[in-house]
């Protein structure tokens, strides 16, 4: 087996649902293997306990493991945007029926946060102008969705 990263995301029961969603949310995704408790336990015998997934190339695990755990912004996932089309895309469909933040930042319906960044943005605040690097920032502070023409705006 070679060395590698997965990461595991833990749900209470939604782990299908949410494996689901995200194959079907970034392209080149893939479905993997469903696992289910067993006679053991700890959770019903047949439950989905793991799914694995593949977003992007990485792989990822969703656990339903129990209410113990929740998500939080401590951990996120940055979605890196060509264009205003993917950044409005990403931002819809990653924030229906969840949570619409400041500064590019969503959270899912399964309580997952995200933030959805145009590329443009760390280009615009690495710039060696600190002054303008200031402006874009302080533009991306006063918005929810970030929006390309107005970080355009900001920097020029």
């Known amino acids: 087996m070679k060395d590698k990263l997965v990461t595991c995301l833990w749900f209470d029961t939604q782990g299908e649902d949410a ?9 080149n995704a893939k479905l993997g293997k469903v696992t289910r408790y067993g006679a053991a336990g700890p959770r ?15 792989e990822f695990v969703a656990l339903n493991g129990g209410p113990e755990f929740t998500f939080n912004e401590a951990i996120s996932f940055q979605v890196l945007c060509e264009d205003q089309a993917e950044v409005d895309r990403y931002w819809d469909v990653l924030s229906e029926g969840g949570e619409q ?8 319906r399964f309580g997952v946060a995200w933030q959805v960044v145009p590329t443009a943005l760390p280009r615009l605040l690495e710039q060696p ?28």
Do not use: H, N
């Open 44 to 58: 019903p015998e047949g439950m989905v306990m793991t799914v694995a997934f593949e977003l992007m190339g990485q």
């Open 101 to 108: 933040g400041p500064c590019g930042w969503v959270r899912d």
């Open 129 to 156: 102008d600190a002054e303008k690097a200031q402006r874009v920032m302080q533009a991306m502070m006063g918005m929810k969705k970030l929006v390309i023409e107005e970080l355009e705006r900001a920097a020029a």
């Open 19 to 27: 494996a689901r969603f995200y194959t079907s949310t970034f392209p």
